[in-house]
């Protein structure tokens, strides 16, 4: 068995590079999170998105506060999520842009958006819409807790899209349907 090196902190906080390659290989999912309101309609790319609670059903989003779209989540308090499949990857990385205008995210892809609720891909594996509950501080992140009101499922099995390594990879249609 071979092993690398590793950083001993004698205590310290770990060196924000050593984190962020550990955390590298840790899979995550790959998501949309979209907001609209008052304060436009806004989007980004996440892997930072955990199931919270399935009764009531809730989400834990990390969304970072230097990021040009986090006021208008704070200000519009609702969230949409999007999860990915194989052959979003293109799309993950459009939203994943700081180049790109929120209106040329949303330009040429079937969105369902219904008065009061944020935008939602159609052909996402899964779609979630809901409310923010609470907004929790942690370093240069928030935390959003938010409650689902709306859930939508792709008609058809479909792989789910992962972030690993620093790479999309393609999760398998699992062979048995999962108990819910």
Not at 88 to 111: G, P
Not at 114 to 129: C, F, I, K, M, Q
Request: proline letters at 8%.
């Amino acid at each position: 068995m071979s092993h690398t090196a590793g950083f001993q902190t004698d205590g310290a906080t770990p060196p924000a590079q050593a984190f962020r390659d550990a955390m590298s290989r840790l899979i995550a999912p790959v998501a949309l999170v979209t907001t609209s309101g008052p304060a436009g309609r806004h989007g980004l790319t996440v892997s930072a998105l955990c199931s919270a609670s399935a009764e009531p059903p809730s989400v834990l989003v990390c969304l970072n506060r230097d990021n040009r779209s986090h006021a208008a989540f704070v200000e519009n308090g609702v969230v949409g999520i999007s999860l990915l499949a194989p052959g979003d990857e293109a799309l993950a990385m459009r939203f994943a842009s700081s180049r790109i205008t929120q209106e040329e995210k949303f330009s040429d892809n079937d969105w369902r958006e219904s008065e009061g609720n944020p935008p939602v891909l159609v052909r996402a594996a899964a779609w979630l819409t809901g409310r923010v509950g609470a907004f929790y501080p942690a370093g240069s992140h928030d935390i959003l807790l938010c409650h689902v009101q709306r859930i939508g499922l792709h008609a058809q099995d479909v792989a789910g899209l992962a972030w690993f390594g620093r790479d999309f990879h393609a999760l398998p249609i699992p062979a048995e349907p999962v108990p819910a």
